[in-house]
């Protein structure tokens, strides 16, 4: 199923037992899809780095950075890609191995990261800005977040934003074991085997 923001919008208004949906049309001048729209962004990148979702899963070999590492230990600086919402490993490309990192923001409050290694990829969690690449565990807890932001403000009631939250937790939890199972598969050792016959 391919999402939308119009359709997150009102699944979080549903959350928060309001039925009247927002429509493509009335985006922008409904009040209700103008005070989501404020959070939408920030929650989106929010549950994106709340965890390592698959969908949002990224590599890339990492440039060296001109400005000098402050630490050391770690000598190297790296220049933090643009989609990066959150740095997960990072990675020898020489050993396959991952490696300790250290984020750091310079003078001008841009992220890089600092390493021991001198050829690093990382991995990361990309900002997924259009809503049809969400996965379905996604697209449902990001509703949920987005309703505990806004809930009191659109319904007036601090109880229905706080239950969102709560929700948003569980859903979380649920994504992450949901998640987990992907990809989890042990390869197959043959020397397991034997010929029965």
């Not at 290694?117 to 565990?137: D, V």
């Not at 109880?159 to 859903?171: I, R």
Request: aromatic share 12%.
């Amino acid at each position: 199923m391919a999402y939308s923001k119009v359709g997150i919008f009102n699944m979080a208004l549903n959350h928060l037992s309001i039925t009247a949906p927002i429509s493509t049309n009335s985006i922008d001048k409904d009040s209700r899809a103008i005070i989501l729209n404020n959070f939408y962004e920030t929650a989106r990148d929010e549950v994106l780095k709340a965890f390592d979702w698959g969908f949002a899963n990224a590599y890339k070999d990492l440039t060296l950075s001109t400005d000098k590492s402050p630490n050391p230990e770690y000598p190297y600086v790296y220049d933090c890609p643009n989609d990066c919402i959150a740095a997960r490993a990072i990675i020898d490309t020489i050993k396959g191995e991952e490696k300790k990192f250290e984020v750091h923001a310079n003078s001008l409050g841009e992220k890089s990261f600092l390493a021991q290694i001198e050829c690093a990829r990382l991995r990361y969690t990309k900002r997924i800005e259009k809503e049809n690449l969400f996965e379905p565990e996604f697209a449902i807890t990001l509703s949920y977040y987005l309703a505990a932001l806004v809930g009191e403000t659109i319904t007036g009631q601090q109880k229905k934003a706080e239950s969102c939250m709560q929700k948003y937790e569980w859903k979380l939890r649920k994504a992450k074991q949901l998640n987990a199972q992907e990809g989890a598969a042990e390869d197959e050792d043959n020397s397991q085997y034997y010929d029965v016959r």
